[in-house]
């Protein structure tokens, strides 16, 4: 191999270990499958957020058809970096209803921070929120939507943002009324690095 080429190479892969070694994506905590290592046991509510400055990255769950085909849920969160700022406001979203079909983006430009969940006995599903913060006047761009997580009703769900400068934004869902279960597609957008007039993008 070319010495050049290794010496042109080695100061990339150290910057890219430095913006992910450091505090990197906490997905050790993702081994432990007993309920130590879940935000909820089944058919119970919860509240989860992010410290404050950082922005969920994972999501991780598994599915309990025994247990009123519910799920447990993780989750994983990095520090935004530098550039957008520290957050100028945090809010909760309007409620997603449970047993229903669903697409919802933080209002306000905002990056999720967090979720909130409540179980329903009488439909065997959640309903949802998100927790949004907003940065500066940062605005959105370049935003897609992930593939189907789970790829499958009622399979471990496993969904990482391997892109620093990708950011979440939202959800859309579908629930099948057969499996009591969902299917996710998450909203990923970038940021712009300057403030934009737009309050909702």
Request: glycine share 8%.
């Amino acid at each position: 191999m070319d010495l050049t080429f290794l010496w042109v190479l080695l100061p990339l892969v150290t910057m890219a270990w430095g913006q992910y070694g450091d505090y990197g994506y906490p997905y050790q905590q993702y081994h432990d499958y007993g309920d130590d290592g879940w935000v909820n046991l089944n058919r119970q509510g919860f509240s989860y957020q992010c410290p404050h400055g950082q922005v969920v990255v994972a999501v991780r769950s598994i599915f309990n058809k025994k247990e009123g085909s519910d799920r447990q849920w993780n989750y994983a969160c990095v520090p935004t970096p530098q550039s957008l700022g520290e957050p100028t406001e945090c809010w909760w979203e309007e409620i997603n209803r449970a047993g229903m079909e669903w697409y919802q983006t933080c209002s306000n430009n905002g990056l999720v921070a967090g979720f909130q969940s409540r179980y329903f006995e009488s439909v065997l599903d959640r309903e949802w929120q998100f927790y949004c913060c907003r940065y500066s006047k940062r605005c959105p761009y370049s935003c897609w939507l992930t593939t189907e997580y789970p790829g499958h009703y009622g399979e471990e769900m496993d969904m990482v943002s391997y892109s620093y400068d990708y950011y979440m934004r939202g959800a859309t869902t579908t629930f099948s009324a057969v499996e009591r279960d969902r299917q996710w597609k998450f909203i990923m957008c970038r940021m712009t690095s300057y403030d934009c007039e737009f309050e909702n993008v």
